[in-house]
């Protein structure tokens, strides 16, 4: 189902103006697909010559100053919350940047929060040189083992009478690795299935199959039927490597290809959101426990590897 943001579009909201924000707002419509396309267009009333250009590079600067006005005008501001930043194309980033640019030149109270994988910044840059002055990008890592990822686990059940074992927490934490989905899918199973009023570590192992088999279900597959078999074979090769960041040339070489025939599928994952690049020549899986995924759910295109790696 697509996402729809209405909002008006308009060169400036000035007193006077014949054109009255409500009309303004009825006639944009920003719609975004689940593929992560953003195409801008009007509904029923068109206000000719006022942000209907149908180039979201114009008009979605049209649409932020013209809210951003509005929200001036009324004493109040206007935050964006977009997540997954990272699957806008090149063209709908730099209209999103450029408009947020003009709502700053024009001291307007109108941002935008965005959360997306570590290219951020280089992807941003790359459309508008000016970015790194507009926006800060702060890191967000993984939870803290030692304190916040116990305390998500912990704190939620304490208020109903129920604690942990160590042993049972510091189990849960390891599988984790710190990603708090992983934390909130592993205690809702534990919930579900502890009859007792302390959750044990026998128990915290019992359930761990059925939470892969969960995750396998409902997060690992929609990433793995993104991508074409090449693709899933170079992340199995990158598997077979072991959970760490890997060279690209290590990767290349279990695929049978050099670093630069391999070097456009790695491209291909990381604009995907599967991989990310922690340093210079390195890749490794944006979420922790794909590599066991892989392993477990795939053993057919390794077994295809390993056969390709074997000398003639």
């Known amino acids: 189902m697509s996402r729809r943001s209405h909002g008006p579009t308009s060169k400036s909201l000035r007193a006077g103006r014949r054109h009255p924000a409500a009309s303004i707002l009825k006639s944009f419509t920003l719609t975004f697909n689940p593929a992560g396309a953003v ?5 029923a009333e068109v206000l000719a010559g006022l942000g209907d250009s149908g180039s979201i590079g114009d008009d979605l600067g049209d649409l ?4 951003g006005e509005a929200a001036q005008g009324q ?3 206007l935050v964006f919350l977009l997540d997954e930043i990272q699957y806008l194309k090149s063209g709908e980033l730099e209209a999103l940047i450029a408009a947020l640019h003009r709502c700053s030149r024009r001291a307007l109270p109108v941002t935008l929060v965005g959360a997306g994988l570590p290219q ?6 790359e459309v508008k040189s000016y970015s790194e002055r507009l926006f800060r990008f702060p890191t967000i890592g993984a939870l803290d083992a030692g304190t916040h990822a116990r305390d998500a686990l912990t704190i939620p059940v304490a208020g109903y009478g129920v604690d942990w074992e160590p042993a049972a927490v510091d189990h849960v934490v390891d599988y984790a690795q710190g ?9 809702k199973i534990l919930w579900d299935e502890t009859p007792a009023t302390t959750i044990t570590l026998d128990v915290a192992r019992a359930v761990q199959p059925l939470v892969e088999m969960r995750l396998d279900e409902s997060f690992f597959r929609v990433r793995v039927d993104r991508t074409t078999d090449l693709e899933l074979r170079y992340l ?15 990767v290349a070489r279990r695929l049978g290809r050099t670093t630069e025939q391999a070097g456009t599928i790695r491209s291909r994952l990381i604009d995907k959101g599967l991989l990310f690049t922690p340093g210079h020549g390195l890749a490794a899986f944006t979420v922790p426990q794909f590599d ?6 795939h053993a ?7 056969e390709s790696d074997r000398p003639d």
């Open 39 to 43: 195409t801008a267009g009007f509904d």
């Open 300 to 306: 057919r295109v390794l077994d295809h590897e390993e």
């Open 64 to 67: 932020l100053v013209a809210v």
């Open 236 to 250: 199995c090769a990158m598997a077979a490597l072991g959970p760490k960041p890997h060279r690209a040339g290590d």
């Open 292 to 297: 066991r995924y892989l392993l477990r759910s």
């Open 120 to 125: 951020m910044p280089r992807l941003a840059a």
């Open 75 to 77: 004493g109040t501001g």
């Open 179 to 187: 990603y708090p989905y992983f934390l909130q899918e592993y205690g």
